[in-house]
């Protein structure tokens, strides 16, 4: 499967040709995708991976992956540093959807808090190099640097309690005296 | 290309200081580095691509791309690894080398780490072995790094030291919390908690600031410039002399030797692919100890069918690095206080004198932890993900200290570096293959350095603890590798003599971590760096001048 990519303003004669395009990408399983969404993935496997991605980190009174970034992060590594999971993705995302659907006659994004869980659980078990390789690229997304496009406005360092911006250490210490202040 | 007195190659803690010393006594050099400069602007603080945690690539480099090794594992299948992956055993590749990034830890070895087998015999199937220089002799030349590269700290409450004629030229950081909690407690077991040695600036020194104590310290290079490497103290001071020309993006392929088996020089890729070659009359190898190795066993020729120095199948062996070990201790108060660089208090009781054991190791408390590495550190019923594994992100961070140190590793001539017969990197050039481990022994040390790190975090209040003990398939080399290019008296076991000197050719010399015999429980940083001092102070001392000198 193509990878979906897509500028983010679309003159008109690229409206068009990513129209037809999007047509056709529609047609062997890649969606056309909003503005503004992924480099990597399609609309569909974007919202599968979030059910993971949130699943591994949940909502609470801080943000779940998705909703930090982690969905971002994850796809532009895709298309930069981690090109070589590529496969690992597409197949993984294809073969949860298909568990979900035999086990459960629904997609993932459908299932109910119970059935994700379960799902996620299960996936762990019969998928481990695709769920381990999720795992620590959602970990990376949620508390790694904000730059690669997850930990949106540094909300995992604030919810761990870490000044941000980061405390440099200027603030309680004297660099002209070299001592604390 | 004009010939010059000596090539250096590798601007990293020891080529550095060869290059300066060699160009302070007059000798015309060149020193090349297959990586890059990098300035303050490089120095970004990104917790996900750093020289530590390398999940998106090696900062320092190498790149991942055109830069393999290969590692054999257990069961003797190869693999191919990219240079961010923890089984390449990296350091790193730029002007400075590891000292541009590293935490600075700038320990002195013990005077039995230079005395490993008289001390306590070689186990079967190990190489242990003494080195063929001293404590003593490398004395000078140990202080000569510390007024030099710059060092902080304070010796002056452990016993656990060999003998110094003064005290380091900076004190210590103030110290912080966790300096406080685990200095109580050390003291309440009768051990003798002192400062970390750092290659840090603590007061303004050598012209640079102090530390200003943020949260990024080992795996980043110092924005503000007060960490001390070979990039921002020797090389400069080299490059002012006017005799050296630094040479950066150039990749040695081998040194070139003539009929009557000296070296005339190298061949290297400069930084725009092309062979070039650079006549010399001293040829000096500091590529850290895997690259090092892989440049002579690549330095094939006539005469040398098997590679420079390598005549009776030395180089490349007694591979070791540390073997780490520790414990996470988790406490019901806050012992985080976000002031780097966080590793501040450390004890040298375990290194040496348990009846059972072939050595130890210090013992530190850890550097600061980012989020990040806090992931896999949590207490061990942690839920590895869910909503139980974010509430204990929230709980532990701040309340968690790590203590571990690296045990000194037994080494075996099986732990080595070859070439890989088919793998080859951007330049076509064989690649470094890492086979064989460390013998077992040292993963017992290891496992009771562990406990007694667990002893001492129960002591300072830790209402849990978790064990890090491991026994790995692979030698641990990585940033602290050594050994492969073994000093020594008899050129059947070794490969440069006492003063790095190949034995089989006279103008060659393997100056950096390769020549280490042992490598100590301690970072070796300064006494890589003594190491090159003393070496150069030899052969500076021995140089005759030639026609050629300038």
């Not at chain 1, 998705?66 to 597409?90: E, F, M, N, W």
Request: net charge neutral; charged share 20%.
């Amino acid at each position: 499967m193509a990878s979906c990519k897509r500028p983010l303003v679309l003159t008109r004669r690229q409206f068009v040709s990513t129209a037809v395009a999007g047509s056709a990408a529609a047609i062997v399983g890649c969606a056309p995708a909003k503005p503004g969404d992924g480099e990597f993935f399609s609309e569909d496997q974007a919202r599968t991976l979030a059910v993971i991605c949130d699943e591994i980190i949940p909502a609470d009174e801080f943000p779940s992956a998705s909703q930090a970034g982690v969905i971002t992060y994850i796809d532009r590594q895709l298309v930069r540093y981690y090109r070589r999971h590529r496969d690992t993705y597409k197949d993984g995302l294809i073969r949860a959807e298909a568990t979900s659907v035999q086990r459960f006659g629904k997609r993932l994004s459908e299932l109910s808090p119970t059935q994700r869980l379960e799902l996620v659980a299960s996936l762990e078990k019969e998928n481990r190099p695709f769920f381990e390789l999720v795992r620590n690229h959602t970990f990376e997304g949620y508390y790694g640097s904000p730059r690669h496009g997850g930990n949106r406005d540094a909300v995992s360092w604030r919810m761990l309690g870490l000044p941000n911006p980061p405390l440099r250490g200027r603030a309680q210490y004297d660099l002209e005296k070299g001592s604390s202040s | 290309m004009k010939r010059v007195n000596a090539v250096v190659i590798g601007a990293g803690a020891a080529g550095g200081i060869v290059a300066k010393e060699l160009a302070t006594a007059g000798l015309s050099v060149v020193l090349l580095e297959r990586g890059q400069w990098y300035t303050a602007n490089d120095c970004r603080k990104d917790d996900l691509r750093n020289q530590r945690t390398t999940v998106l690539g090696n900062a320092f480099g190498p790149e991942d791309e055109g830069n393999p090794r290969v590692w054999v594992d257990a069961q003797g299948t190869p693999h191919t690894a990219l240079a961010s992956e923890g089984v390449y055993q990296n350091d790193a590749a730029c002007v400075g080398g590891g000292t541009l990034s590293y935490g600075a830890q700038a320990w002195r070895f013990l005077p039995q780490d230079f005395r490993m087998r008289s001390t306590y015999g070689a186990p079967q199937g190990s190489s242990l072995e003494d080195w063929p220089i001293s404590y003593d002799d490398l004395e000078p030349f140990y202080d000569k790094a510390e007024y030099e590269i710059g060092i902080s700290g304070d010796y002056s409450a452990t016993p656990f030291h060999g003998p110094r004629k003064r005290d380091l030229p900076m004190p210590p950081l103030p110290p912080g919390r966790e300096f406080e909690i685990l200095g109580r407690a050390a003291r309440s077991l009768g051990l003798h908690p002192y400062h970390i040695p750092m290659a840090r600036n603590s007061i303004p020194y050598n012209g640079r600031g102090p530390c200003m104590r943020c949260r990024w310290c080992v795996g980043f290079a110092c924005e503000v410039d007060a960490k001390n490497g070979s990039q921002n103290t020797v090389i400069p001071i080299a490059l002012n002399t006017g005799n050296c020309d630094l040479r950066t993006g150039c990749m040695v392929k081998e040194i070139i030797t003539d009929d009557r088996g000296r070296a005339q020089g190298v061949a290297y890729f400069d930084a725009r692919g092309k062979l070039q070659e650079q006549l010399a009359d001293i040829v000096v190898v500091s590529c850290c100890a895997t690259e090092s190795a892989r440049l002579l066993l690549n330095s094939r020729s006539r005469l040398f069918p098997s590679g420079l120095g390598n005549q009776n199948d030395q180089v490349g062996r007694h591979l070791q690095g540390h073997h780490y070990t520790g414990a996470v201790g988790y406490f019901d108060v806050e012992t985080y206080d976000d002031i780097g660089p966080g590793a501040t208090i450390a004890i040298s009781d375990y290194n040496h004198g348990t009846p059972g054991l072939k050595g130890g190791g210090m013992l530190a408390n850890e550097f600061i932890r980012l989020p990040i590495h806090m992931v896999d550190r949590l207490p061990a019923n942690t839920p590895r993900w869910g909503l139980g594994h974010k509430k204990a992100m929230r709980d532990w961070h701040k309340r968690t200290i790590v203590i571990m140190g690296p045990t000194q590793q037994i080494p075996t001539a099986d732990a080595r570096v070859t070439l890989d017969p088919s793998v080859r990197d951007r330049w076509g050039l064989p690649v470094v293959r890492i086979s064989g481990n460390v013998h077992p022994h040292t993963f017992e040390i290891g496992a009771v350095q562990a406990h007694r790190a667990e002893s001492w975090l129960h002591a300072a209040g830790a209402v849990s603890t978790s064990i890090m003990s491991h026994t790995p398939e692979l030698v641990s080399a990585g940033q602290h590798q050594a050994g492969t290019c073994r000093m020594g008296d008899d050129p059947k076991g070794s490969v440069v003599n006492r003063y790095c000197q190949v034995h089989d050719v006279d103008n060659v010399f393997v100056i950096d971590s390769s020549v280490h015999v042992t490598n100590g429980g301690f970072n070796p940083a300064l006494t890589i760096m003594a190491v090159a001092y003393y070496a150069s102070d030899a052969l500076v001392r021995n140089w005759k001048g030639t026609r050629y000198r300038s």
